[in-house]
């Protein structure tokens, strides 16, 4: 444990924002399974549950919880297999 109050107090926002970081990467993770198991269900809710995980994603990838290639890569596919289902 750092002695020094600046360093007490960086130990103290970093749990924070790491406790932060894990809800919303929890939150993206959860939206794209939503998302994924309506478009597999063929659901007709199946465009918002991909709505809200790109929403989600974006989101992330804003604070730099995941790369933005990556959101970009996962809200690519997701839009791909939706519009493979509808054709």
Avoid: F, Q
Avoid at 7 to 15: D, H, L, P, W
Avoid at 27 to 38: D, H
Avoid at 59 to 72: D, F, L, M, V
């Amino acid at each position: 444990m750092p002695n020094i109050k600046s360093a007490i107090k960086r130990v103290k926002t970093a749990e924070l924002r790491r406790a932060n970081n894990i809800t919303a990467k929890s939150s993206m993770r959860t939206a794209v399974k939503n998302a994924e198991a309506a478009i597999a269900n063929n659901d007709e809710n199946s465009k918002d549950a991909l709505l809200a995980a790109v929403r989600k994603l974006d989101k992330a990838a804003s604070k730099g919880i995941i790369h933005k290639n990556a959101a970009a890569r996962k809200k690519s596919r997701l839009t791909k297999r939706l519009n493979s289902l509808n054709a």
